[in-house]
């Protein structure tokens, strides 16, 4: 696609442009328009391994620096190819949105799904002209910190304990995989994703809660302090053996009242439109629905 470059890495003068590109879009529209996995590939991605498989770096360039960003994920097994992109604020209405698309799309040769964070109007006009119709929606839900919370209550023979680092990865990692079978991104973490994780400044075993009975893991609670103090429930997850124990709210509680303690004002979690259930639990615990994030596909 002319003007668009693909490439499996970029060099670090080039990360630095689409950090300060994506720095510069978030200000101007009060969301952030990469998700965690992308921000985290785009730190590394001068020494991406650049398999067949592994994720590709789309970009703009105008005035001798990247002004147009995407970020995708080729398809693997049963899940097809998914994106992301962003255009530098100063450099919209130009078309480099549409361009990024369509290369989007040319790349993953077959099905295509792209985020649109924060869903705005601009990224609906957009996939809508380019035939892709809306196919999920993440809600992020928040509440105040200081609203009461109930205590955890736990089903007999069930106790909480925090992670311990170094050993409870894979067995982590096997409940996870079991609880988000569906999900095509939280289930398919692997040991690398949670390593990754663990040397982020924001990690803090303290705060990533398991539940196990008889020494088996039934489910657990990770959660995570932003930079702007704002405490996260970043994901809770059950094993479907496990389900019926009231686990997902026991867990959930527990880790707000470790957020609370810890002093945050408020509280935020990210979860699918179509979990209903999950949306209800959230709901019975004071969440509010706060912004929305859309993902197109075609």
């Known amino acids: ?166 050993q409870d990865e894979d067995a982590w990692l096997r409940v996870n995989a079991r609880a988000f079978a569906d999900h095509p991104e939280q289930g398919a973490w692997t040991r690398d994703d949670v390593l990754e994780r663990e040397r982020e400044p924001w990690f803090d075993p303290d705060g990533f809660f398991l539940a196990e009975r008889d020494g088996a893991l039934l489910g657990f609670h990770w959660t995570k302090i932003h930079p702007d103090g704002v405490g996260e429930v970043y994901v809770v997850g059950v094993d479907p053996a496990a389900q019926g124990l009231g686990l997902g709210r026991a867990l959930t509680v527990a880790g707000l009242r470790h957020l609370r303690d810890r002093g945050v004002p408020e509280f935020m979690l990210y979860v699918d439109e179509s979990n209903t259930a999950a949306v209800r639990l959230y709901e019975s615990l004071g969440f509010a629905r706060y912004a929305v994030d859309v993902m197109y596909g075609a």
Do not use: K
């Open 1 to 166: 696609m002319s003007g668009v470059t693909v490439r499996p890495t970029l060099a670090e003068r080039e990360i630095a442009e689409v950090a300060a590109l994506v720095a510069a879009a978030e200000e101007h529209d009060g969301v952030g328009p990469l998700s965690e996995h992308a921000r985290l590939w785009l730190r590394r991605a001068d020494r991406a391994a650049g398999g067949p498989a592994d994720p590709r770096a789309l970009t703009i360039a105008a005035d001798g620096a990247v002004v147009a960003y995407a970020h995708l994920d080729p398809a693997t097994g049963d899940e097809g190819a998914s994106a992301e992109l962003v255009v530098h604020s100063d450099h919209r209405r130009r078309g480099h949105g549409r361009a990024l698309l369509r290369a989007l799309r040319e790349e993953a040769g077959g099905s295509l799904r792209v985020w649109a964070h924060g869903d705005l109007p601009a990224a609906a006009r957009l996939a809508a002209s380019e035939g892709m119709a809306r196919v999920r929606a993440l809600l992020q839900m928040r509440r105040p910190a200081a609203d009461p919370l109930p205590e955890p209550r736990l089903a007999d023979g069930v106790r909480l304990r925090v992670f311990r680092v170094g």
